[in-house]
């Protein structure tokens, strides 16, 4: 427009939002890396340097025992020459039994661990669900899905690490929250020595195989 006081400037208008900068702000959809999620945050930390600490010990438990066995088992193979069939035949099955059941224990144990870092994981999306709730709500979004079944999507709408950001701040590490499963006491020559003295009425020569 042009007058007495001249040309007038064009009025401004809003720089328009970028596709990406209006998803972020409000999408109906949201998408979450659950993995990158847990692993990522303090908690998932915590928890994977304690099961990588936890089995390290159980690990070296087993092969601590493996030996302990395969030196009693020398030492009874050696004895089978000196020692009268029935008697051998009763050391022996009394190995067979105890071998057994430390297999099983430390099977047990390794079993226990697994199953705490699964519970430890549940406790972690239990008290992260609230947290989700809520930046659904701050988004608008109606859904949150799974990256990795999504074919494609905009990076604005991925929630991860603000997720990861949140959850350090509001639920922390979540230590002692899943108690660690609490290990019996630790078999030691003694304990197995003791054994070697037990025997039973069924027959059986061959010396059995020692814990794997």
């Known amino acids: ?96 039994l105890r071998a057994t059941g430390i297999r099983r224990e430390r099977a047990q144990a390794v ?17 992260a669900l609230p947290v989700m709730g809520q930046v659904m709500s701050d988004r608008g979004a109606v859904a949150v899905l799974d990256r990795r079944t999504v074919f494609v999507s905009l990076d604005a709408i991925d929630v991860t690490q603000q997720l990861i950001t949140t959850l350090d701040q509001r639920i922390g590490d979540g230590a002692g929250v899943v108690p660690l499963p609490s290990p019996d006491a630790p078999l030691t020559e003694a304990t197995v020595d003791a054994g070697q003295a037990e025997g039973s009425g069924q027959a059986g020569d061959a010396v059995p195989d020692q814990v794997e």
């Open 111 to 127: 079993q226990d661990l697994n199953g705490w870092a699964e519970a430890d994981r549940a406790a972690f999306f239990r008290a």
């Open 1 to 96: 427009m042009s007058g007495r006081w001249g040309s007038m400037p064009p009025r401004s208008r809003p720089a328009p939002e970028t596709a990406a900068g209006s998803a972020a702000d409000r999408a109906p959809v949201l998408t979450l890396d659950l993995d990158l999620l847990y692993l990522s945050s303090a908690w998932g930390v915590r928890a994977q340097a304690r099961l990588e600490s936890e089995g390290d010990i159980v690990a070296a438990e087993n092969e601590r025992l493996t030996r302990l066995l395969s030196a009693e088992e020398t030492q009874l193979t050696e004895q089978r020459a000196t020692l009268p069939a029935a008697d051998f035949r009763r050391l022996a099955e009394s190995f067979d």
